[in-house]
T-cell receptor, first 112, second 116 residues
Framework: GEDVEQSLFLSVREGDSSVINCTYTDSSSTYLYWYKQEPGAGLQLLTYIFSNMDMKQDQRLTVLLNKKDKHLSLRIADTQTGDSAIYFCAESRGSGTYKYIFGTGTRLKVLA | EPEVTQTPSHQVTQMGQEVILRCVPISNHLYFYWYRQILGQKVEFLVSFYNNEISEKSEIFDDQFSVERPDGSNFTLKIRSTKLEDSAMYFC??????????????FGPGTRLTVL
């Protein structure tokens, strides 16, 4: 199928690490992305990873990619209340159009 | 920094009416997209547009939908006869070229469409 799956909710305490998981379907996807959506707002690109990479670190964000299992994760270190949002993974598909297929979204709640 | 803009931010319409959602992509971008997000659900691809024609469309994008780039700056999504289930947030996105770094699409802030 075409679904990109994520767990629906995650709740963490401020200062802890958050790990958001994603399972995608198209092994030919060249790039995978993490987007953040705050309430009532648009989509903000957080980070991306190229499919030939296993890991990418960008300040507090660490992306891990397991191509064999088609599993992508986003780790947020030292999670802050401002990180509370919905996080979408997305894969870029299609030769030419490179449309995005978004995951179902994970709502992260950070408790003070 | 250049950004994608969308108007209006919120559109309320009666069922059966036509609506036009407008987007101004980043200038010099060549690929344009529309996505929608029904409240509480994931973001879904609707259509991609390149070189003045549709390059791909989803099953959602039926005959009631059309896209147009009427001039060098605007990119519009028209829904001919709106249905209740068309109520959603509609996002426009644009991308520079096929050789752009990491294929990033730049998203607008969205237009919330409410069909009554």
């Amino acid at each position: 199928g075409e679904d990109v799956e994520q767990s629906l909710f995650l709740s963490v305490r401020e200062g802890d690490s958050s790990v958001i998981n994603c399972t995608y379907t198209d092994s030919s996807s060249t790039y995978l992305y993490w987007y953040k959506q705050e309430p009532g707002a648009g989509l903000q690109l957080l980070t991306y990873i190229f499919s030939n990479m296993d890991m990418k670190q960008d300040q507090r964000l660490t992306v891990l990619l397991n191509k064999k299992d088609k599993h992508l994760s986003l780790r947020i270190a030292d999670t802050q209340t401002g990180d509370s949002a919905i996080y979408f993974c997305a894969e870029s598909r299609g030769s030419g159009t490179y449309k995005y297929i978004f995951g179902t979204g994970t709502r992260l709640k950070v408790l003070a | 920094e250049p950004e994608v803009t969308q108007t209006p931010s919120h559109q309320v319409t009666q069922m059966g009416q036509e609506v036009i959602l407008r987007c101004v992509p980043i200038s010099n971008h060549l690929y344009f997209y529309w996505y929608r997000q029904i409240l509480g659900q994931k973001v879904e691809f609707l259509v991609s547009f390149y070189n003045n024609e549709i390059s791909e469309k989803s099953e959602i994008f039926d005959d009631q939908f059309s896209v147009e780039r009427p001039d060098g700056s605007n990119f519009t999504l028209k829904i001919r006869s709106t249905k209740l289930e068309d109520s959603a947030m509609y996002f426009c996105a644009s991308r520079p070229t096929a050789l752009a770094t990491y294929n990033e699409q730049f998203f607008g802030p969205g237009t919330r469409l409410t069909v009554l």
